[in-house]
């Protein structure tokens, strides 16, 4: 299973960005795919997750703030990301679990205040 995330990029406090994040090889019907962030100096830490049934959880930093969104049929997950502010800036990781964790080469959102 190999990730391709596109989308980070420099953007001004309160600007929005959208993340994507393209799964290939083989990809079960059920699965969990998820963005996760990490910031300097500190732990990797969960944004948000979706399942292939849509059910979806979000960090409560980001809640109302983010939206987690996938297609299915393209094995692909979004995450829109509002109101940013400048404690969002971080490598983001896309995620999928599939009987383990496959991870995304990350991409970098700065947001400048």
């Known amino acids: 299973v190999q990730l391709q995330a596109s989308g980070g990029g420099l953007v001004q406090a309160g600007g929005s960005l959208r993340l994507s994040c393209l799964a290939s090889g083989t990809i079960f019907r059920n699965n969990v795919m998820g963005w996760y962030r990490q910031a300097p100096g500190k732990q990797r830490e969960l944004v948000a997750g979706i399942s292939t049934a849509g059910s979806t959880n979000y960090a409560d930093s980001v809640k109302g703030r983010f939206t987690i969104s996938r297609d299915n049929a393209k094995n692909t997950v979004f995450l829109q990301m509002n109101s940013l502010k400048p404690e969002d800036t971080a490598v983001y990781y896309c995620?999928?679990?599939?009987?383990?964790?496959?991870w995304g080469q990350g991409t970098l959102v700065t947001v400048s205040s």
């Open positions: 995620n999928i679990q599939i009987h383990g964790d496959y």
